[in-house]
C-alpha cells in the first residue's frame, strides 16, 4: 500500500485538511527552482486522497 510519511505527519498533528497546501503544492516550484530545464507534472496526491501520488519529472532540453 503506497503511503506519504509527509500525509502520515499532518493526520497525526491533527492538520491532514492543510497537507496539499503545505506540502504538495511547493514540488513544482522547487523542481524548477532548482533547474528550469525540469518539468514536473502531476495529477494526483495522497493528501488529497486518491490512493497514490502520480509524479514524474522530465528533463527539457
Not at 497537507?19 to 532548482?34: I, K, M, N, T, Y
Request: charged share 30%; hydrophobic share 35%.
Amino acid at each position: 500500500m503506497p503511503w506519504c510519511r509527509y500525509a502520515e505527519k499532518y493526520r497525526e498533528l491533527g492538520v491532514a485538511e492543510f497537507g496539499h497546501c503545505l506540502s504538495c503544492c511547493r514540488d513544482e516550484p522547487f523542481a524548477e527552482g532548482f533547474n528550469s530545464k525540469i518539468r514536473f507534472e502531476r495529477s494526483q496526491t495522497i493528501m488529497e486522497g486518491t490512493p497514490f501520488c502520480d509524479f514524474n519529472f522530465f528533463l527539457d532540453t
